[in-house]
């Protein structure tokens, strides 16, 4: 049996061949043999406690996986660090304050893949491969952020106990299909939404090239939270109600986390392109967009699977939003 | 003798091609940004004639070439890019002007606002997409610069 390289390379699809390929549904060792070896039978036994592939497989790992290795960046080398500019003080203590939250949030996107990591088995390595590529994308976002808050001058801003309450949530979560949905769904679904609004309000490249990059990440970890979710559920459909329950309790955390207005006033500021607009223009675009953010966030968890629409906490009819209209 | 040049006209199959012809002529400047499988649909929309429509279509670190899209072959696509000429028009001087898209005229920038180009697909995961690949497909279009002109 010979793999054959492909247009991109040899890719970890293109090796999946014959009985190499075969992704067990239920592993039958907890070793970290090589899955397609010729292993001893008295391998010893790791400890793992994910041992079905339901838990933890999307349709899209292999593509992920090769896009995320394809698509590294460097926060030192590919933003264009020597555009920077002096800002106003407004603009550049409302950068420094979303850069402040990401550097905080992004390191849970870190964390928490890496605590499940460890108690994936081995036959679902391309799952853990994909999960190893986020634990690095994270800390690059981590890094960026606190690059960019400490290279203008305005350093590093607030931190509140609110946020932090919403990362143990999300960090604390008892089964990695709970961790899953309020990490990749909920907690950089909504990200995401941040980060597409980052190019946006960027004053300037240095900003505008990190919120890309960035965003392309982030969405790569929402596509598979998106499909590992489906594919949970879809192989065990009593699933759904321990997955919602998650929901149901980060949704509060997260509302509860938006009250907190310093994030809120420095997104108006940034969309306003100052603070003299930011009545009449930011808050109002920025009321627009998180209608925009839920409608997305829905729109995933029914692809997932999950039919929150009657079920959210968000406040959905304060931003506009028919419960009886399908999100799309 | 003097030679004038002309800008291709955004809605048309030319534009789309010249692009995708820039792309593959220089895979160096996308391979550091990552492979991009992706069918793009782009639909714009004229004052007084018929919608422009084109399917981009992507495949590892080029472009594979500028097809057909007609209305109701959405499912052909990802996702879509749909707006008015004259936004389209304002992006690509924009980026003339300037060598890339700034400001509030990145794609990024107008789909995320969506009242003069906005994103559709008919399947999220689709539109996310999008996001994946959002600095190749800037690129593909920053490639308006200098590329998509032709003898007048």
């Given at each position: 049996?010979?793999?054959?390289?492909?247009?991109?390379?040899?890719?970890?699809?293109?090796?999946?061949?014959?009985?190499?390929?075969a992704v067990?549904?239920?592993p039958p060792?907890?070793t970290?043999?090589p899955?397609?070896?010729d292993?001893?039978a008295d391998?010893?036994?790791?400890?793992?406690?994910?041992n079905d592939k339901?838990?933890?497989?999307?349709e899209n790992?292999?593509e992920?996986y090769?896009?995320?290795v394809?698509?590294?960046?460097s926060a030192?080398r590919?933003?264009p660090?020597g555009?920077?500019?002096p800002?106003p003080?407004?603009l550049?203590?409302a950068?420094c304050?979303?850069?402040?939250?990401?550097?905080?949030?992004e390191?849970?996107?870190?964390?928490?893949p890496?605590k499940?990591?460890?108690?994936?088995?081995?036959?679902?390595l391309?799952?853990k491969?994909?999960?190893?590529?986020q634990?690095?994308d994270e800390a690059?976002?981590?890094e960026v952020?606190r690059k960019?808050a400490l290279v203008?001058?305005?350093?590093?801003?607030?931190?509140r106990?609110g946020?932090?309450?919403?990362l143990?949530t999300i960090l604390?979560?008892r089964?990695?299909a709970q961790?899953?949905?309020?990490m990749h769904?909920l907690?950089e679904?909504f990200?995401?939404?941040l980060f597409?609004q980052g190019?946006?309000?960027a004053p300037?490249?240095v900003?505008k090239?990190i919120?890309?990059?960035?965003m392309?990440?982030e969405?790569?970890?929402?596509?598979?939270g998106t499909?590992?979710?489906r594919y949970a559920?879809?192989?065990?459909?009593?699933l759904?109600?321990?997955i919602?329950?998650?929901?149901?309790h980060g949704?509060q955390?997260?509302?509860?986390f938006?009250t907190?207005?310093?994030?809120?006033e420095?997104?108006?500021?940034?969309?306003?392109g100052?603070?003299?607009k930011?009545e009449?223009v930011?808050?109002?675009m920025?009321?627009?967009l998180?209608a925009?953010v839920?409608?997305?966030?829905?729109a995933?968890?029914?692809?997932?699977?999950?039919?929150r629409?009657?079920?959210?906490?968000?406040?959905?009819?304060e931003?506009?939003?028919?419960?009886?209209?399908r999100v799309? | 003798?003097?030679v004038?040049?002309?800008?291709l006209?955004?809605?048309?199959t030319?534009?789309?091609e010249a692009?995708a012809?820039r792309?593959?002529a220089?895979?160096?400047r996308y391979?550091?940004?990552?492979?991009c499988?992706l069918?793009?649909g782009v639909?714009?929309?004229?004052?007084s004639s018929?919608?422009?429509?084109a399917?981009?279509?992507?495949?590892?670190?080029?472009?594979?070439g500028?097809?057909?899209?007609p209305?109701?072959?959405?499912?052909?696509?990802?996702?879509?890019?749909?707006?008015?000429?004259g936004?389209?028009e304002e992006m690509?001087?924009?980026i003339?002007?300037?060598?890339?898209a700034?400001a509030?005229?990145t794609?990024a920038s107008?789909?995320?606002l969506?009242?003069?180009?906005?994103?559709?697909?008919?399947?999220s995961?689709?539109?996310d997409?999008?996001?994946r690949?959002?600095?190749t497909i800037?690129?593909?279009?920053?490639g308006?610069a200098?590329?998509?002109?032709?003898p007048?």
């Open positions: 049996m010979r793999a054959k390289p492909s247009s991109k390379g040899l890719t970890m699809a293109d090796i999946a061949v014959g009985t190499y390929g067990p549904d239920h060792r907890r970290m043999a899955r397609g070896a292993i001893d391998v010893p036994d790791m400890g793992y406690l994910i339901s838990h933890v497989w999307a790992v292999y992920l090769e896009e995320a394809a698509r590294q960046w030192t590919d933003i660090w555009e920077v500019a800002l003080e407004e550049e203590r950068v304050q979303i850069c402040t939250l990401l550097s905080e949030v390191m849970i996107a870190t964390d928490l890496a499940w990591l460890w108690r994936i088995n081995h036959d679902l391309e799952a491969m994909f999960l190893a590529t634990v690095m690059r976002h981590t952020f960019r203008n001058g305005g350093g590093l801003l607030y931190s106990k946020t932090e309450e919403l143990r604390q979560a089964t990695f961790a899953s949905a309020l769904l907690g679904g990200v995401l939404d597409r190019e946006l309000i300037t490249e900003e090239r919120f890309r990059l960035t392309q990440d969405a790569r970890h929402v596509a598979y499909l590992h979710l559920i879809e192989h065990d459909p009593d759904a109600e321990e919602h329950e998650a929901l149901d949704e955390m997260l509302v509860a938006g907190q207005t310093d994030t809120t420095a997104l108006a500021v940034l969309l306003a100052g603070v003299d930011v009449e930011g808050f109002p920025l009321a627009q998180q925009k839920l409608t997305s966030y829905l995933r968890c029914e692809r997932a699977g999950l039919n629409v009657q079920r959210t906490k968000l406040p959905v009819e931003l506009g939003i028919d419960r009886d209209v799309a | 003798m003097t004038t040049t002309r800008h006209p955004v809605d048309s030319a534009f789309f692009l012809e792309m593959n220089d895979p160096e391979r550091p940004l990552g492979f499988d069918d793009l639909v714009i929309h004229r004052p018929e919608d422009f429509r399917l981009v279509r992507f495949a590892d670190y080029g472009c594979l500028v097809e057909a899209f209305e109701g072959a959405e499912d052909r696509a990802s996702c879509w890019l749909e707006g008015d000429l936004t389209w690509v001087a924009d003339r002007a300037n060598g890339r700034t509030r005229r794609l107008l789909v995320l969506g009242d003069r180009i906005g994103l559709r697909g008919d399947d995961m689709g539109v997409r999008f996001f690949y959002a600095a800037q690129q593909f279009i920053d308006a200098d590329s998509v002109s032709v007048a």
